[in-house]
């Protein structure tokens, strides 16, 4: 407007007859320039400014969206200027310290953390920039619920003439696998700790094994790891094995398998398996343990209970063909063997049934059949004591039919190679047919004296 009027006045100043000039006119003409120079400045404006205005609401829409974004993931974001002053955070961010985005934005960790801890955070922030790229930290920050753990990731962002500006931060809380992590960790100490051979494996190869199983066959783990474990199994137990395999491989459990493997040293030694497989992966789990000597100990043992029921069927052999009585007692005088003559004279089919103590069974007497005879001096209590009898004289009789029977009953310790007694034997003769024939024949003899003409005499019974 100012350059129309300024040409207006000059217009009207111009003389209009043939006394203009020339410069005139070039004057007036590059007023009328300007003109059209400025009303096309105008426009360029114009366009300019509607162009920012567009942009700066572009801008703005960027920034919500990006705003709204990083609020709606679950990583605590933050942006902070070189001197730590924030510029942005997210709401997970705002989460960690409890305070609202406002009241963030233009402070820094020293203004919200102790020294200490805002100090840490601090020193990672500079570690960033002094990298020039980003790095990965862990931090632990103080919640309601407890320490959490994060992995933050820091890195610089630089302008279009690459200075750094800022400081980026993004973190994800690893607070669960931390703990996976550590329980990991103890497993696997348990694993290489154990005393037992533990094994993971496919159907056909280790997949790992401690150090267990590697020290009781021999070989290292590679070893282990490197061929099909076939190639380790007797070969007279790779069949059974695979038939195991298969069954497991249905779901079923496998519970002390047995069977042999050979050691790096050429020795065979017997395991015993308990295994289990995941139905979903194949992957087989298993406890092993050396049962070799086990094994070897119970064919020893297996060997000399055949050798003692040999031997005692031998002596069953013996004992009943002897004529006499004889009972075994341990040293608790509990009768653990006894012939059939015993227990004929007991009158017990049972042996186990029959007491080393006659005066369980029998009125025990001296030969008279009046005195009783002191248990304490029967040839099983003495033998219990080291003492060794023979033919002691006793007369027996029942309880229940009064019969009468005149025996011998003799006893024998039986010590073992530490001088213990663990064990009595006792023998019990009958010799109540041969006393009775014994009477007869004194009789007679008396009456053949009698009558060849020997004079009577008092002759003392037995």
Request: include cysteine.
């Amino acid at each position: 407007m100012v350059v129309i009027a300024l040409g207006l006045i000059y217009w009207k100043q111009m003389p209009l007859s043939g006394d203009a000039i020339l410069w005139d006119w070039i004057l007036l003409a590059l007023i009328i320039l300007s003109l059209g120079m400025l009303t096309v400045v105008y426009f360029i404006l114009k366009a300019q400014l509607k162009a920012n205005k567009t942009y700066a609401q572009e801008l703005l829409k960027s920034q919500k969206l990006l705003q709204s974004i990083i609020d709606n993931t679950s990583n605590p974001i933050s942006v902070k200027k070189l001197n730590g002053e924030y510029l942005l955070v997210n709401t997970q961010y705002q989460m960690l310290f409890r305070e609202k985005a406002q009241d963030l934005i233009g402070k820094t960790n020293h203004d919200v953390l102790a020294k200490e801890i805002a100090d840490r955070y601090r020193s990672s922030d500079l570690d960033a920039l002094k990298a020039g790229k980003e790095i990965q930290v862990e931090e632990t920050f103080e919640q309601a619920e407890g320490t959490r753990t994060y992995l933050s990731v820091k890195f610089p962002l630089f302008d279009n003439t690459g200075r750094a500006y800022a400081i980026g931060n993004i973190s994800t809380d690893i607070t669960e696998r931390k703990k996976i992590e550590q329980s990991l960790k103890a497993a696997d100490t348990f694993f290489n700790l154990s005393i037992d051979s533990l094994v993971i494996a496919s159907k056909d190869r280790f997949i790992k094994v401690n150090p267990s199983l590697s020290k009781l066959l021999g070989y290292s783990d590679a070893e282990l790891l490197e061929k099909p474990f076939a190639d380790f199994i007797h070969s007279k137990d790779k069949t059974a094995t695979k038939k195991e395999i298969e069954i497991l491989e249905k779901g079923n459990d496998l519970i002390n398998f047995r069977n042999r493997w050979v050691c790096k040293d050429g020795s065979v030694k017997w395991l015993s398996w308990n295994a289990t497989a995941d139905p979903s992966t194949g992957t087989i789990y298993a406890i092993v343990r050396d049962v070799t000597a086990q094994l070897k100990l119970k064919e020893k043992e297996e060997k000399e209970r055949n050798m003692l029921y040999e031997s005692r069927q031998k002596l069953n052999m013996i004992l009943e063909n002897i004529s006499d009585g004889v009972i075994v007692a341990n040293a608790d005088k509990q009768v653990v063997l006894a012939n059939y003559n015993a227990n004929e004279i007991f009158g017990i089919k049972e042996d186990a049934d029959i007491s080393i103590n006659f005066s369980d069974h029998f009125e025990v007497l001296y030969p008279d059949g009046e005195t009783p005879f002191p248990a304490q001096n029967l040839p099983a209590e003495r033998a219990l004591v080291g003492e060794v009898t023979d033919d002691v004289d006793v007369l027996l009789r029942d309880f229940v039919t009064q019969k009468k029977r005149r025996v011998l009953i003799s006893g024998r310790p039986i010590i073992n190679h530490e001088n213990d007694i663990v064990a009595v034997v006792v023998t019990i003769k009958d010799i109540s047919k041969y006393k009775k024939l014994e009477a007869e024949l004194k009789k007679k003899d008396i009456a053949s004296r009698t009558i060849i003409g020997f004079k009577k005499s008092k002759v003392k019974s037995k």
